[in-house]
Nanobody
């Protein structure tokens, strides 16, 4: 059974940091690109960061570039999102996604809430 379990969300003050983790199981993690999405109330879900299967290639939403870092540990079947210099506009539910274009497979986690507020 496929599972993506996010953790690490919470309440943080502006300028603070959080590290999200997403533990994967039930599928071959090493052949899936991994992504972090977020969705704020009343807004569409947006792609925040993506990482290739080997970790050699990453992409970021323009508004988080230089502040967020996506990484993966294929030995632990885990993807991370290090978030620094957080802003109130980063407040959202953050979702982990596993994507394999070849087989059109997409798996989603249940999400973790990030709230940036003083």
């Amino acid at each position: 059974q496929v599972q993506l379990v996010e953790s690490g969300g919470g309440l943080v003050q502006p300028g603070g940091s959080l590290r999200l983790s997403c533990a994967a199981s039930g599928f071959t993690f090493t052949i899936f690109a991994m992504r972090w999405y977020r969705q704020a109330p009343g807004k569409e879900r947006e792609l925040v960061a993506a990482i290739s299967i080997t970790g050699s290639s990453t992409n970021y939403l323009a508004s988080v570039k230089g502040r967020f870092t996506i990484s993966r540990d294929n030995a632990k079947n885990t993807v991370y999102l290090q978030m620094n210099s957080l802003k109130p506009e980063d407040t959202a539910q953050y979702y982990c996604n596993a994507h394999r274009a070849y087989s059109r497979e997409d798996y989603w986690g249940q999400g973790t809430q990030v709230t940036v507020s003083s």
